[in-house]
């Protein structure tokens, strides 16, 4: 039988090249909010180029409206609603006079056929100008803490197409136009949801779809020899309208989210975490057993669930 000292020594190199290994990941992903952004140096070095931005009505995706038009962006504003869309773009002209602005009306939860005019509509708003970049941002749960079983038919096929099918078949009508106009830039808004959380199962697979066609639509890009970037932004709580929570330090304004994620952009990564304090939270995805990860979102989600319903009753 072999001495239990002769793996000593072995063992301690595979624990040290792990600690190495572990401590490389995270110096890495720290830097990532130490490093420049190349978004207007490489996407908009003239001030005259375009962005369209998914879902930019409310939230996260007005934020990154405002924040492309203060870097000197033309902005395209998507949505369903041609009046709310209407209204949006005369707050930034008024916030941004020297932008240009356009709106594209869509319903990302009853997508047909129409879809495919929006690169027709995109190219008559732009004119000589170019599209060089896609924000997928529209998306979002409109029934947090619920469980599968609850859902209607129709509420699972709105939370994919909302969440998933349209950001696929937006990058399918665009990317010819985003090839054209190369370098070319897509994020996909994705979330912490992607790691798989109970009571959001429908929602947390299409984040986790969001991540898989991030990496497969960044190597056919890559592949094709297009010089189009591809990158997820993950993201954790955000203070929103209709989301009846306080900002603080870990829990930040929409428009300050969107401006974490557009510095983002140059670092490198597939998927990046947009918002430092999100990437610090989200270290105990990589450090913590997944049990007990799951153990802690189950019990907040659980609590998210019973106010829920208590305001149910009381309604």
Known sequence: MADLGTYTKPLAYLGLITLASTALTFTRQATNFLRPSTLVKTYNPTHTNWALVTGATDGIGFGFAQELCARGFN?????RNAEKLQRRQRELQAEFPKAKLGIVVRDAQNITGDIDGVDGEVRAIIGAGALTVLINNVGGETRPSTLLKEYTFEEVQATVARNATFTIQ???????????????????????????????????????????????????????GKAVEVMGLRVAE??????????????????????ASLNRVGCGEEIVWAYFWHWLQGLSFDILPRWLMLKFAGMKLKAIRADMAAKAKSS
């Open 75 to 79: 902005v395209i504003l998507h949505g």
């Open 170 to 224: 937006i990058c399918r009508v665009l990317a010819g136009l985003l090839e054209e106009n190369a370098p070319g830039l897509v994020l996909n808004v994705s979330s912490v949801a992607a790691f798989g959380l109970p009571y959001i199962s429908a929602y947390s697979a299409t984040k986790g779809f969001v991540d898989s066609f991030t990496r497969s639509l960044r190597a056919e890009f890559g592949a094709e």
């Open 238 to 259: 955000v203070k929103t309208a209709g989301y009846d929570i306080k900002s603080n330090l870990f829990v930040p304004e929409a428009r300050v989210l969107a401006g």
